[in-house]
C-alpha cells in the first residue's frame, strides 16, 4: 500500500498517536491493485474491489512522556 505522511503527536506513556493533519507527500508503492498508487488499473471505475485503505507514513511533531488523556486511568 502506498504510504501518505502524517504529522501528529506522541505520547510515551501509552504508545497513542494522534494525527493532526496529512501533508500531501505520498510514496506511490506501484501496485495495480491499490486505490491510492497512480499504477491503479481500474482509474475509470465508479466501484471497483481494490482496498482503499490508507498506510501512514507517521512523523511525530510533540512527543509527551505521559499517557494519553483518554488512555489515563481516572482517579477517584
Known amino acids: 500500500m502506498c504510504l501518505h505522511e502524517i504529522v501528529g503527536d506522541y505520547w510515551t506513556g501509552c504508545g497513542h498517536f494522534h494525527g493532526r493533519y ?25 466501484n471497483c474491489g481494490c482496498p482503499s485503505v490508507v498506510t501512514e507514513d507517521r512523523q511525530v511533531q510533540n512527543l509527551y512522556r505521559t499517557p494519553h488523556p483518554d488512555c489515563a486511568r481516572p482517579s477517584r
Open 22 to 46: 496529512f501533508t500531501g507527500v505520498t510514496s506511490d508503492c506501484g501496485s495495480s491493485r491499490c486505490k491510492t498508487s497512480a499504477s491503479h488499473m481500474h482509474k475509470t471505475a465508479r
